[in-house]
C-alpha cells in the first residue's frame, strides 16, 4: 500500500506540475498538497485482491526458496498493477477522443437544426462487475455529449442510456455504438 500511495502521490505531482506549467513555491506546495490528497484518497481505487498465496508448496521446505517465491509474486503483483495504471492513463486519451467527437457532432447538429433527431432511452448490456468499473462506465457515458445514463441494473449487467440520437434499439447494436469503446479499457483497469 506505501507502495501505491508513493507512486500516486508521484504522479499526481507530476501533472499539477505540468498542469501549471510553473515552477514557484506556491505551486510546488499546492502539487504537494493535492499529491498527498490524492494518494491517500485513491491507493486503495486501483487494487484488487490478486489471490496470491506468498507460502511455497509444503513440499519444499528451502527457505531461500520460500523467500524468492514470495518476492516473485510481490513483484508480479507489482507489475500487474503497474499495467492498471498504464491502462489508466491510455483511457484518458480516448476518453478525451470520444468527447471530442461528440462535442463535434453536437455543434453540427446546432449549426444545422433541420438535421433529424431520435431521442430516446436505450438499454445496453455491460460485462464489467466493480462498482468503480461501472461507476467510471456511467460517468464516462454521461459526461460524453449527446448520452446521459438513466439506471443500472447491476444483477442483470444492464445500463439504461438516454441517447439523443438513437441509431440502434437494438441491445447489442447500441451496446457495440456506445460501451464498448470504454468498456474493453475499463475492464483491464477495474476487473
Avoid: Q
Amino acid at each position: 500500500m506505501v507502495k501505491t500511495r508513493i507512486t500516486l502521490f508521484v504522479l499526481a505531482f507530476l501533472l499539477w506540475i505540468f498542469l501549471h506549467w510553473s515552477v514557484d513555491a506556491g505551486h510546488l506546495a499546492g502539487g504537494v498538497l493535492v499529491g498527498i490528497f490524492v494518494s491517500f484518497m485513491t491507493a486503495g481505487l486501483f487494487k484488487k485482491d490478486a489471490g496470491i498465496s506468498r507460502k511455497s508448496p509444503s513440499a519444499i521446505t528451502s527457505s531461500d526458496f520460500r523467500s524468492s517465491m514470495a518476492d516473485y509474486f510481490i513483484l508480479s503483483h507489482t507489475v500487474k498493477n503497474m499495467k492498471r495504471y498504464m491502462w489508466f492513463f491510455f483511457y484518458i486519451p480516448v476518453f478525451i477522443w470520444e468527447c471530442l467527437k461528440a462535442n463535434l457532432e453536437g455543434a453540427w447538429r446546432v449549426a444545422h437544426p433541420s438535421l433529424p433527431i431520435r431521442p430516446g432511452i436505450v438499454k445496453v448490456k455491460t460485462t464489467l462487475k466493480s462498482d468503480t468499473g461501472l461507476t467510471f462506465l456511467a460517468n464516462s457515458l454521461t459526461l460524453t455529449p449527446g448520452t446521459m445514463t438513466v439506471d443500472i441494473d447491476r444483477e442483470r449487467g444492464f445500463l439504461y442510456v438516454h441517447w439523443v440520437d438513437v441509431k440502434s434499439e437494438d441491445i447489442d447494436k447500441a451496446t457495440e455504438l456506445l460501451v464498448r469503446r470504454f468498456e474493453r479499457i475499463l475492464k483491464r483497469i477495474f476487473e
